[in-house]
């Protein structure tokens, strides 16, 4: 399959792409059994295009993003490799979508700047192969895996996704949860990320994460050891298993669940990337927690998105002695996270049911354990205050005792004798 | 001192209360060296009223702190001494304070049940008898040292309060802090308490507590080793040292700070009294952390009081792995308590300045590093994503390399260099 599916990708637009004079790239393209309708030939044009486009820009691109949904991914890449000028294109986009025009037209030109000098057929060409030796599956906007979170990045958006895996699986990000944290994790925070990623597994939700060291291989580690698929977004392309360390976790999720980049295959992860792979995390999950973070964590970049979209946001406390938490203690104290604990704590975070133990009522139980002290009756502690096990006292010596009218202690006697807290004796009134 | 004082505290109203037909109790009153003008005698009497009205309630009642504002202590003690009927009370309040009389017309005859069988110079006199032996001296609710903090309990504010110690200590409650938590503590919970012990107090900040085993305990023994007060409130009598086990320690708290309660002498601590006792530490404290705390730990009911009476609330998160820190993470997690790590992050949360490290300049600092990796300029990171150390790279293949436009490249690279970051060699740009 991978060759002819390449093939598949290529054929209409190459044909088209010829025009732009870089005939010597071509030598690959074989035409295959595709579809001849207009709608197939349409289908495969966008799809071509965009992950060609994917090939120009660096991830967060507000004005790739903008241009191709104003113009779509194929018509945007002929003016490119036209060499429109910048009038043209913003005149093109004023056409289609007035309000986009508004924004672009003074950034066009510096864009354009931007993204011709990575015009490459043989480039675009090189990194198809490699995503069909992968079998990495393009996922565009349109697509119905196309995860809906995606919507709250606007324009800054991925252009495409590569999906190497269980294309399937795209479609439990609907129930998914973040788990992210500090490469230099501790015991402790691994032991929470693992015990976390197995709960909310059981429960349905699948863990997204970024597939580094620590707090992220520990949750996809998890995850696998349950019959739930893990997600992990890369910051290079889907056949760069980075860090190498962890090729055979990554390999495992390609096998059991998915790996995902907006980078196309063949690029390298750069710390811009990193930080850029961040926001899909964020956007991708209903929710993010925070499972341990130095003060200076790249995850608390990831948490940084997720707030930034409005998305609930997490962090797991520790120890205040250990550094290793001191990012997540700034989360819960100066970004408003909320404090969780376990994962039936997370799972309400997301908003998703938690059909293992309900939330709401457990939350209110505590509440009136915990701070209801005073404002339930005390009658019955004073009560008791005044009683003893082994000798009885007649109730006018327990009002006296407990400062309580005579009325009040027969009536609150009474009740504790139904409860079989206090019994009468011959001497009066003893707790049993 | 003792014994005079305590004939001053007692002549002027138990020659009054003779009229009430106890004249068996008054064996031990005499006569002594107390100003003559009616301002000491009235000034008097309403001390020695309180310190009896005190004996017939308990905590947080009330009805007596409405009863006593609207009448004074000693006109409302002459009321239940005379066995005057609920009618006739209810007329003198309604004729005093017509509010206070619409709450307690319809309450008054079961407070006086309450009340009466309570009714006991004798008990009163033994009572001032052990204060004067511990050198407690009473403090009532028009006292300069009253602390300031006790409004926010309204009518059920103590009637009194016993301090043993260096009563002067009750004016640094304008600057104080309470620590509390767990008596199960941890080694955890309780190097923790006393780091923010030591902290606080370093700061002139007054470290109030319950005086309990655990946290409380370790919390003033830090606070003890330095220069500045502490303050233990007792849900007994100050007379009455509990916990046995912390004899010592409290006694060394009666010597170099303050002992206070608002039992009279002789009272033994009982559950309902420690329950109010809470709200006494809530209330004197500019702030309430609990340093650690289980589920059901008994400091959550001091939370409690403290978010009742809108004072700030502070939990020292733990390893989730700890049961001993559940609770400090349900009142983060589900009453909004704040999140501290040390002394600093406690004072800024009771709105202290902070002159060791002014805590919103580093806030914001904070915020800035953890949160807008993205927001920044993103330009610098990714022309350093495309540099190396080995190797020169001209700037047209950073931009390519990069994702931005030559212009954009260029301009970056002469920021860097400015920075001493990247340096321009024979073959191109380097990271330096």
């Given at each position: 399959?991978?060759?002819?599916?390449?093939?598949?990708?290529?054929?209409?637009?190459?044909?088209?792409?010829?025009?732009?004079?870089?005939g010597a790239d071509q030598g690959d393209v074989r035409a295959a059994d595709v579809g001849s309708g207009p709608d197939d030939r349409e289908v495969l044009?966008?799809?071509?295009?965009?992950?060609?486009?994917?090939?120009?820009?660096?991830?967060?691109?507000?004005?790739?993003?903008?241009?191709?949904?104003?113009?779509?991914?194929?018509?945007?890449?002929?003016?490119?490799?036209?060499?429109?000028?910048?009038?043209?294109?913003?005149?093109?986009?004023?056409?289609?979508?007035?309000?986009?025009?508004?924004?672009?037209?003074?950034?066009?030109?510096?864009?354009?700047?931007?993204?011709?000098?990575?015009?490459?057929?043989?480039?675009?060409?090189?990194?198809?192969?490699?995503?069909?030796?992968?079998?990495?599956?393009?996922?565009?906007?349109?697509?119905?895996?196309?995860?809906?979170?995606?919507?709250?990045?606007?324009?800054?958006?991925?252009?495409?996704?590569?999906?190497?895996?269980?294309?399937?699986?795209?479609?439990?990000?609907?129930?998914?949860?973040?788990?992210?944290?500090?490469?230099?994790?501790?015991?402790?925070?691994?032991?929470?990320?693992?015990?976390?990623?197995?709960?909310?597994?059981?429960?349905?939700?699948?863990?997204?994460?970024?597939?580094?060291?620590?707090?992220?291989?520990?949750?996809?580690?998890?995850?696998?050891?349950?019959?739930?698929?893990?997600?992990?977004?890369?910051?290079?392309?889907?056949?760069?298993?980075?860090?190498?360390?962890?090729?055979?976790?990554?390999?495992?999720?390609?096998?059991?669940?998915?790996?995902?980049?907006?980078?196309?295959?063949?690029?390298?992860?750069?710390?811009?990337?990193?930080?850029?792979?961040?926001?899909?995390?964020?956007?991708?999950?209903?929710?993010?927690?925070?499972?341990?973070?130095?003060?200076?964590?790249?995850?608390?970049?990831?948490?940084?998105?997720?707030?930034?979209?409005?998305?609930?946001?997490?962090?797991?406390?520790?120890?205040?002695?250990?550094?290793?938490?001191?990012?997540?203690?700034?989360?819960?104290?100066?970004?408003?996270?909320?404090?969780?604990?376990?994962?039936?704590?997370?799972?309400?975070?997301?908003?998703?049911?938690?059909?293992?133990?309900?939330?709401?009522?457990?939350?209110?139980?505590?509440?009136?354990?915990?701070?209801?002290?005073?404002?339930?009756?005390?009658?019955?502690?004073?009560?008791?205050?005044?009683?003893?096990?082994?000798?009885?006292?007649?109730?006018?010596?327990?009002?006296?005792?407990?400062?309580?009218?005579?009325?009040?202690?027969?009536?609150?006697?009474?009740?504790?004798?139904?409860?079989g807290r206090v019994a009468e004796h011959a001497d009066g009134w003893v707790k049993v």
């Amino acid at each position: 399959m991978p060759h002819s599916e390449l093939a598949r990708l290529l054929r209409p637009v190459a044909a088209r792409s010829g025009a732009a004079g870089s005939g010597a790239d071509q030598g690959d393209v074989r035409a295959a059994d595709v579809g001849s309708g207009p709608d197939d030939r349409e289908v495969l044009e966008d799809r071509f295009a965009t992950a060609v486009f994917s090939t120009l820009t660096e991830p967060g691109d507000t004005d790739a993003g903008a241009l191709v949904g104003a113009l779509g991914a194929a018509r945007a890449l002929v003016g490119l490799v036209e060499r429109w000028p910048p009038e043209r294109l913003a005149a093109e986009v004023a056409e289609a979508d007035p309000g986009a025009a508004a924004v672009l037209a003074p950034r066009i030109a510096d864009a354009i700047d931007r993204w011709t000098p990575r015009l490459s057929l043989a480039g675009a060409t090189r990194s198809l192969e490699s995503a069909a030796r992968v079998g990495a599956v393009l996922l565009t906007r349109s697509h119905e895996l196309w995860p809906a979170g995606f919507g709250a990045l606007g324009d800054g958006a991925p252009l495409a996704l590569w999906v190497r895996g269980d294309a399937g699986a795209m479609r439990t990000l609907g129930r998914s949860l973040a788990l992210v944290g500090a490469r230099a994790a501790t015991g402790y925070g691994e032991h929470v990320a693992m015990e976390a990623a197995a709960g909310l597994s059981d429960r349905g939700i699948t863990v997204v994460s970024g597939g580094a060291y620590g707090i992220d291989g520990a949750a996809h580690r998890a995850a696998l050891a349950s019959d739930h698929p893990t997600v992990a977004f890369l910051a290079g392309g889907v056949d760069r298993l980075y860090p190498a360390g962890h090729t055979d976790l990554l390999t495992r999720i390609a096998q059991r669940g998915l790996l995902v980049a907006e980078l196309p295959c063949g690029s390298s992860p750069t710390k811009w990337r990193f930080l850029l792979r961040n926001r899909l995390i964020a956007a991708a999950s209903a929710a993010t927690v925070v499972v341990e973070a130095g003060r200076r964590s790249g995850s608390l970049n990831t948490a940084g998105h997720a707030a930034a979209i409005g998305r609930p946001l997490g962090a797991v406390p520790g120890p205040v002695t250990s550094p290793a938490s001191a990012g997540c203690h700034r989360l819960l104290r100066e970004f408003d996270a909320a404090c969780v604990t376990d994962a039936a704590e997370m799972a309400e975070l997301a908003g998703f049911d938690d059909p293992v133990s309900p939330g709401s009522s457990r939350g209110e139980a505590a509440r009136r354990v915990a701070l209801d002290g005073v404002a339930v009756d005390g009658h019955p502690v004073r009560v008791l205050d005044a009683l003893v096990r082994t000798r009885g006292r007649p109730a006018h010596v327990v009002a006296s005792s407990s400062g309580l009218s005579v009325r009040d202690v027969t009536a609150t006697l009474a009740e504790l004798e139904l409860e079989g807290r206090v019994a009468e004796h011959a001497d009066g009134w003893v707790k049993v």
